[in-house]
């Protein structure tokens, strides 16, 4: 039996404490935690940014010296922290991304996607959606990472996204795949993390 959906869980109560706009501010807590992939100066990239919990997380482990750029189809409402950058933009458009490269003409040293499409609940359709974006995240991920960069991906484990994994793990120095204690109960994604082209 599934475990029942509950948007109000503890990482939920946390962040509405902590001041943070999303319960997902825990996911790169987590990663960090494990990996320890930020480091003060360090310009981080974020792909999917609404509603801007990874945002802030990046910022306070960057620190004054480094920059986080956020961009995404939905108005990310402005943060005062003078280290991010919000874009309203769709990474599929090209305008969008030379944006990125305007407001960071210097490379990445990490590039996260916390992207999903709009799901319709139809398997197949969801899976091959999740992996196309998959697939946008980590051509312009490799664009823009510094050779040794790391990139960060949620994905939704199903043929087409196992098939991206599969290839993806050919592409970086070391490539793994993390289950979060912070992910609710409810839900089957993963994030992977590959790093040094």
């Known amino acids: 039996m599934s475990k029942t959906y509950n948007r109000k869980d503890r990482f939920y ?3 509405k404490e902590s001041g943070y706009r999303s319960r997902a501010s825990y996911k790169l807590k987590e990663i960090q935690d494990k990996l320890k992939i930020i480091n003060a100066g360090n310009r ?5 940014c609404f509603p801007g919990g990874w945002l802030q997380i990046a910022a306070e482990l960057v ?9 995404d189809r939905v108005s990310t409402e402005a943060l005062p922290n003078p280290n991010i950058k919000i874009i309203l933009g769709d990474l599929y458009d090209a305008s969008a991304r030379d944006e990125i490269l305007n407001i960071s003409p210097e490379r990445f040293d990490i590039v996260l996607s916390d992207m999903s499409p709009s799901l319709t609940g139809i398997k197949d359709s969801d899976d091959s959606r999740s992996a196309e ?8 991920a490799r664009e823009v ?14 043929h087409d996204c196992d098939l ?18 912070s992910t609710r109960g409810s839900s089957i994604e993963k994030y992977i993390v590959g ?3």
């Not at 974006?133 to 312009?140: E, H, I």
């Not at 990472?145 to 199903?158: E, M, R, Y």
């Open 44 to 48: 981080v990239l974020d792909l999917g």
């Open 164 to 181: 991206f994994v599969k290839e993806e793990r050919k592409k970086w120095g070391t490539f793994q795949t993390l289950s979060l204690k």
């Open 63 to 71: 620190g004054e010296s480094g920059l986080v750029v956020g961009i």
């Open 13 to 15: 109560t946390q962040a």
């Open 195 to 197: 790093r040094g082209m």
């Open 145 to 158: 990472l510094k050779q040794n960069g790391t990139f960060v991906a949620k994905i939704f484990p199903g």
């Open 133 to 140: 974006l998959l697939q946008l995240a980590s051509g312009f």
